[in-house]
Every structure is written in structure tokens, then in C-alpha cells.
């Protein structure tokens, strides 16, 4: 099982940037995908989650700003993120867990900057 996390990077406040997570080795259709930011000094968090069924949930301080999506046919999941804020500042992870089961996978992480 991989999961490789791109898109990362140093962009400006009230910038964007997408990150994307391929993945490989399990039924990618039958997984849900989160992305987690662990934040300097702070707790991991959950950042916005995508059910099988393509229901979404987001994190309130990402709500309106972030977007997640998947892409079946590419095993993939997307975060657009826009209106970036230096507190959006993290190591961003990708998480994928099948419903019922205890454990997932994890990607390695991305860093986003948040700078001007």
C-alpha cells in the first residue's frame, strides 16, 4: 500500500495551492480519504474527510476555504486549498481507513508554508 502526498510548498497569504495524494495497493473506491495538518507544537487534526459515498466534512476553521474530492478513476484525492492563512501553516497527511475497519494507511506528509 502507497500513499504519496504532492503539491506542497511556500505560497502567500490569501494564496492557494492543491495537494494531491495518489495511492496504490488497496480498493481505493471503497476507502474513505482524510487529510490531517500537524500543525508546529500542536496536536494532529483532522482537516476534511470524503465518505465512499462522496459525502464531505470539513474542520470549522477550513469550512468555506477547503475542498476535498476523489477521484475513483485515478485513486486519487485532492485538497484545494484557497484563502490560505499563515495558521494553515502544517505537515499535511493523507488518510485513508475502509468504513468498519480500525486502522488505515498513511502518506508520509507534505509541507505547506504559509508566508509572505
Known amino acids: 500500500v502507497q500513499l504519496v502526498e504532492s503539491g506542497g510548498g511556500l505560497v502567500q497569504p490569501g494564496g492557494s495551492v492543491k495537494l494531491s495524494c495518489a495511492t496504490s495497493?488497496?480498493?481505493?473506491?471503497?476507502?474513505?480519504l482524510s487529510w490531517y495538518r500537524r500543525a508546529p507544537g500542536k496536536e494532529r487534526e483532522l482537516v476534511a474527510l470524503i465518505h465512499v459515498t462522496g459525502a464531505t466534512n470539513y474542520a470549522d476553521s477550513v469550512k468555506g476555504r477547503f475542498t476535498i474530492s476523489r477521484e475513483n478513476s485515478k485513486n486519487t484525492v485532492n485538497l484545494q486549498m484557497n484563502s490560505l492563512k499563515s495558521e494553515d501553516t502544517a505537515v499535511y497527511y493523507c488518510?485513508?481507513?475502509?468504513?468498519?475497519?480500525?486502522?488505515?494507511?498513511w502518506g508520509q506528509g507534505v509541507q505547506v508554508t504559509v508566508s509572505s
Open positions: 495497493g488497496f480498493t481505493f473506491s471503497r476507502y474513505g
Open positions: 488518510f485513508a481507513k475502509a468504513p468498519f475497519e480500525m486502522t488505515g494507511y
